[in-house]
C-alpha cells in the first residue's frame, strides 16, 4: 500500500488544532478560581490599548497609509462595543481628520488627498457614525457621496471599488450600506445588484467575490446584507447557504472563511455575522423550503419563556418576495432589526465564545489564533462577534441576554451591534433618526 502523504493544507491544520488543544487543556487542568479568571474579558486593558493607538502608531503602520479611515472605524468601534467612548479631544481630532479623507466630489480616500475608495468610504462613514453628534453626523457630504456611488456603478449591476477598480460582492455592500443608512439608497443604486449577488452565490451555497470564484465568508457577509438592505434576500437560496455556513465552524470552536482554510477570529463576525442575520429570515427560509403556512416553525430562541404561541408566531419585519418597491427602501435596516427573529442560532455560541477569550485575547488587544500578533482588525472583528454571540439568544434587539448566555462573568457582556453594518445599535437608532429628518 502506498504510503499517505500529508498535504501542506493538512500540516497546518494539525499544528492550529495542537496549538488550540493545548490552550483548553492548561486551563480546564487549572482549579476553579484560576480557570474563571481566563474566561475574563481585559476590558480596561483593551480600551487602554485601543484608545493609544488613536494618538499614536509606529512605523510599522506605514504599509497602512491608504487605510486610515479602516483603522479610526477599528479602533472607535471597538471601543464602542466595549461600551466606553473616545474624549472630546480625540473625537474632534477624529472627525476633523475624517473630514480631510472627503473628496471634493463625494466619497473618501484612504487619507487627505488620496483617490475616494468604496472600502475607505464604508470604513469613515461607519466611525462617524459610531462618533455620533451633529459635528460628526454633518461632516458627511451626503449630495457629494451618492454621486460617488453613482460614478461607481457598473454595468454588470455590482460597483466598483475605486475609479477603474474592480467590481466585486465587497464593493455592492459598501455601496449599499453606506447609502441605506445615510437614508439616500434609491433605485438608481439598487438596479441590477441582486442579479450580480445572485451570480456569486456558488454550488456550495456560500458567496464568492465575484463570479466563478470560491464562496467566502466574507463575502457571503456583504452578498447577504446587501442583499437584505436591497429587500431582494428572498432571491439567493437562503437554505444552501445555511448548510455552507453551518459547516464553517470546526473542531477549534471558531471559525474558518472557507473550506479547508485555517480557523481566524475575525470570522467570529463574518460568519456569526451571517448567522445573526439568517435568524431573522425564518419566514423566507420557510417558503424556500416549501413548509406550510400552518407549520410551527422553530422560532423560540434559549431566552424565551413559555409564552403563548401568538406571541411566538409574531411576524418579523420581512420584505416580501414582491415588496420591490423604492418606497421605504432606506427602512430595511431599521425594519429589519425592528423584527423578531425567528432561529435559533445556528452556532454554537458558547464553543465560539471559548475559542475568542482563551485563543483570540491578549493582554491587550485580540489576535487571528495562537501564534499570530494581536492588530487592530482581528480586534474589531472579534469583538463585533463575540457582541455577536452575547445577544444571539434574545429574540429583541433590545432585550439584555441571560448571565447563561455569556460566557464567563456578566460583566464580559458587549454593546449589541446591528449584523448589517457591524454599527453598535444605539448609535445606529441615532443616525438613523438623524438623517431621516434631513
Known sequence: MAKMIASKTQEEQWIVQNQVFRIYDLVYRLPPHAQSVNFELRRDDHIEYLT?????????????????????????????????????????????????????????????????HLATTYAAINALLTLGGHKSLLSINREKLYSFLLRMKDTSGGFRMHDGGEVDVRA?????????????????LTQNVGDYIISCQTYEGGISGEPGAEAHGGYTFCGLAAMVLINEVHRLDLPGLINWVVFRQGIE?????????????????????????????????????GLSSTFKFDCVTETDDDSADSDREKPMLEGKPNASSPIGLNNNGYNFIKGSKGMRPLFNSMALQQYILLCTQEEAGFRDKPGKRRDHYHTCYVLSGLSVCHHCNVKEAETPPLPKDVMGPYSNLLEPVHPLYNIVLDKYYEAHEFFARL
Not at 455575522?273 to 419566514?283: D, E, F, N, P, S
Request: one cysteine or more.
Open 253 to 289: 470552536c471558531g471559525f474558518q472563511g472557507r473550506t479547508n482554510k485555517l480557523v481566524d477570529g475575525c470570522y467570529s463576525f463574518w460568519q456569526g455575522g451571517v448567522a445573526a442575520i439568517i435568524q431573522r429570515l425564518h419566514l423566507m427560509i420557510k417558503d424556500q423550503l
Open 52 to 116: 493609544r493607538s488613536l494618538t499614536q502608531l509606529g512605523p510599522n503602520f506605514t504599509v497602512l497609509d491608504a487605510n486610515r479611515p479602516w483603522l479610526c472605524y477599528w479602533i472607535i468601534h471597538s471601543i464602542a462595543l466595549l461600551g466606553d467612548c473616545v474624549d472630546d479631544n480625540l473625537e474632534s481630532d477624529a472627525i476633523d481628520f475624517l473630514r480631510r479623507c472627503q473628496d471634493p466630489n463625494g466619497g473618501y480616500g484612504g487619507g487627505p488627498g488620496q483617490m475616494p
Open 172 to 188: 455592492c455592500y459598501t455601496a449599499i450600506s453606506v447609502a441605506s443608512v445615510l437614508n439616500i439608497l434609491d433605485e438608481k
